[in-house]
T-cell receptor, first 111, second 112 residues
């Protein structure tokens, strides 16, 4: 089935550690996005990419990095510079700007 | 369980009743709107969308109403079922942009 796959579902990070969240889509969508979701808040855009080898910062990019080497893949690295990384992270893709398909999310917890 | 949505406003309805969930959007230039449903521990699912040249759109058991004068969007769910229990949120955007603005959401609880 076509869709977006995020892994892992749960991830634990130690202080000072970098971790990478995976996002893969087989929808042949050009654009991919990473959002952060916190309790009581709307989705906040971290990074987005509209074509391979190009990406742009969103509203809360500090402490995060991404790459887009393949159309299908858009991994997100949460670096040690991100001081409050505990959150639910959602990846999305779209063929145009008209509507997203979301992944199932990764819950990241600092231990 | 999933902690997203812990502090959201909650709408409780009896099974079989109709539900109305409201959203005040922020940008008068927005011309495309989507309602999403998010169940605990899962990603958001598309429910229904509407463009600004319409004021009403119907789907299966769901209707979206758009009032551009007061920047208000509503989602009506007919004959609410236990499987409708989730967090619902709206999203808005302008044509030609990548960027959506998401509402904080409303938790719908269906009472048996």
């Amino acid at each position: 089935d076509g869709g977006i796959t995020q892994s892992p579902k749960y991830l634990f990070r130690k202080e000072g550690q970098n971790v990478t969240l995976s996002c893969e889509q087989n929808l042949n969508h050009d654009a991919m996005y990473w959002y952060r979701q916190d309790p009581g808040q709307g989705l906040r855009l971290i990074y987005y990419s509209q074509i391979v080898n190009d990406f742009q910062k969103g509203d809360i990019a500090e402490g995060y990095s991404v790459s887009r080497e393949k159309k299908e893949s858009f991994p997100l690295t949460v670096t040690s510079a991100q001081k409050n990384p505990t959150a639910f992270y959602l990846c999305a893709s779209s063929s145009t700007t008209w509507g997203y398909t979301f992944g199932s999310g990764t819950r990241l917890t600092v231990v | 369980g999933e902690s997203v949505g812990l502090h959201l406003p909650t709408l409780s309805v009896q099974e079989g009743d109709n539900s109305i969930i409201n959203c005040a959007y922020s940008n008068s230039a927005s011309d495309y709107f989507i309602w999403y449903k998010q169940e605990s521990g899962k990603g958001p699912q598309f429910i229904i969308d509407i463009r600004s040249n319409m004021d009403k759109r119907q789907g299966q058991r769901v209707t979206v109403l758009l009032n551009k004068t007061v920047k208000h969007l509503s989602l009506q769910i007919a004959a609410t079922q236990p499987g409708d229990s989730a967090v619902y949120f709206c999203a808005e955007t302008s044509m030609g942009t990548y960027k959506y603005i998401f509402g904080t959401g409303t938790r719908l609880k269906v009472l048996a």
